[in-house]
């Protein structure tokens, strides 16, 4: 069974630019997180989606924002990059919600 | 809000001996308690899983301890091997909830010592 695919895997953007990051889950997974991972904060949770439907959200601004499409693929989007948004954006799915979730290999954004 | 605190942040241990990182947690509805394995440039990889009805569990080397009461769980990492050093994160949850998400903890850096 192929594991949690995330594209791309290295981003380089520029400050004020948007973003768009993928995930294709585990067949069969419904649940998809997303998590950014700094050095200085560890994983920080943005949101998670079940189903097609957005079940919470972290603390992060509007301009992160995620959608699930019917296959459980998931995109998450970062509008007017900031130089803090370069860290590894990581995606995890799960059968069901949060329970045994799967990390992907993560997308290194980087904002210049 | 929710959070959860894990300690130490960093930990050498000698080959052989034993390892353990705690971990508390403020959301008393939390009831599913994940521990994580980084290994350096690789994606965080379950290694244990607890859920609240449970106090303990073990799976070889590792073990995992609940203390609902506390809010407290624990890692153990019996008889360390060189393949062991990683990064561990724990993490805590309340599935299903309507208003759960899952909050890690900061994560610590395990080193063992030849």
């Known amino acids: 069974k192929a594991g949690v695919t995330q594209t791309p895997r290295y981003l380089i953007k520029t400050r004020g630019q948007q973003v768009t990051l993928s995930c294709s889950p585990i067949s069969g997974h419904r649940s998809v997180s997303w998590y950014q991972q700094t050095p200085g904060q560890g994983l920080q949770f943005l949101f998670e989606?079940?189903?097609?439907?957005?079940?919470n959200k972290g603390n992060f601004p509007g301009r992160f924002s995620g959608r699930q499409f019917s296959n459980s693929r998931s995109e998450m989007n970062v509008s007017t990059l900031e130089l803090g948004d370069s860290a590894l954006y990581l995606c995890?799915?799960?059968?069901?919600?949060?329970?045994?979730?799967?990390f992907g290999q993560g997308t290194r954004l980087t904002v210049v | 809000g929710e959070n959860v605190e894990q300690h130490p942040s960093t930990l050498s241990v000698q080959e052989g001996d034993s390892a353990v990182i705690k971990c508390t947690y403020s959301?008393?509805?939390?009831?599913?308690f994940p521990w994580y394995k980084q290994e350096l440039g690789k994606r965080p990889q379950l290694i244990i899983d607890i859920r609240s009805n449970v106090g303990e569990k073990k799976d070889q080397r590792i073990a995992v301890t609940l203390n609902k009461t506390a809010k407290h769980f624990s890692l153990h990492i019996t008889e360390t091997q060189p393949e062991d050093s990683a990064v561990y994160f724990c993490a805590a949850s309340s599935p299903y909830s309507s208003a759960s998400k899952i909050i890690f903890g900061s994560g610590t850096r395990l080193s063992i010592r030849p």
């Open positions: 959301d008393s509805a939390s009831n599913y």
């Open positions: 995890a799915s799960s059968l069901a919600p949060e329970i045994k979730a799967f």
């Open positions: 989606y079940f189903s097609e439907t957005q079940r």
